[in-house]
């Protein structure tokens, strides 16, 4: 079945290290992605999204992903975390089937320790 | 901008009544309403996408019945769990596309619901 896969669930760091959060998709033809966060008792936000262009998208608060089409790949990244960034991603991947449906990733946990 | 309201944030109920849940974009025009669901640590799994001023289209193995979506009016759409039952305790998340943006959706915080 087509998917959304985000293989890390779970990833503890320490402040300052860096992030890679892996998403990989299985759609074939044009997708638009997006990376979400949700912190703590709080609403999905979006992180940065990707429609055309430029592969590599810069998003707030210091985050940038990489689309890979080879790779059918969308990953996150983070130079330098900190202890705010703790909190819940999601990828999310609207496939071309003309509906605007997203269909989301498992989600990956973070837990950034001061 | 771009904001999604949700209400009520909790609400707890007992098993056979029904309950509402409310989403509202507060400073835009949302053609396109979803209404996810969302169990502990899982992904969101999308129920129905709802557009103003027609049916709402629900994911397979959703009961229509059961989820009745209605999108009255350009800022409003309400879930209604009829008959509720334990199993459909959960965290129900809407979220809204603008009016011309479909690709891009604005999350509401979420309303737990629990079925004693």
């Known amino acids: 079945a087509q998917s959304v896969s985000q293989h890390n669930h779970h990833v503890i760091l320490s402040e300052a290290a860096s992030l890679e959060l892996g998403c990989n998709y299985s759609y074939g033809g044009t997708v638009n992605l997006f990376w979400y966060v949700q912190y703590p008792g709080q609403h999905l936000q979006l992180l940065l999204k990707y429609f055309s262009g430029d592969p590599l998208v810069k998003g707030i608060k210091g985050f940038e992903a990489e689309f890979i089409k080879s790779k059918f790949s969308f990953n996150l990244r983070k130079p330098s975390v900190q202890w705010s960034d703790t909190a819940e991603y999601f990828c999310?991947?609207?496939?071309?089937?003309?509906?605007?449906?997203?269909?989301f990733g498992t989600g990956t946990r973070l837990k950034v320790l001061a | 901008g771009a904001v999604v309201s949700q209400h009520p944030s909790w609400v707890i109920c007992k098993s056979g009544t029904s309950v509402k849940i409310e989403c509202r974009s507060l400073d835009f025009q949302a053609t396109t309403m979803f209404w996810y669901r969302q169990f502990p640590k899982q992904s969101l799994m999308l129920m129905a996408t709802?557009?103003?001023?027609?049916?709402?289209?629900?994911e397979q193995g959703v009961e229509k019945d059961k989820f009745l979506i209605n999108h009255a009016s350009l800022t409003l759409s309400t879930l209604t769990v009829t008959s509720a039952h334990p199993e459909d305790s959960s965290f129900y998340i809407c979220s809204a596309a603008a009016s011309g943006g479909f690709y891009e959706q604005y999350f509401g915080p979420g309303t737990r619901l629990t079925v004693t």
């Open positions: 709802s557009n103003e001023g027609s049916k709402a289209t629900y």
């Open positions: 999310a991947v609207i496939p071309p089937s003309g509906t605007y449906k997203y269909i």
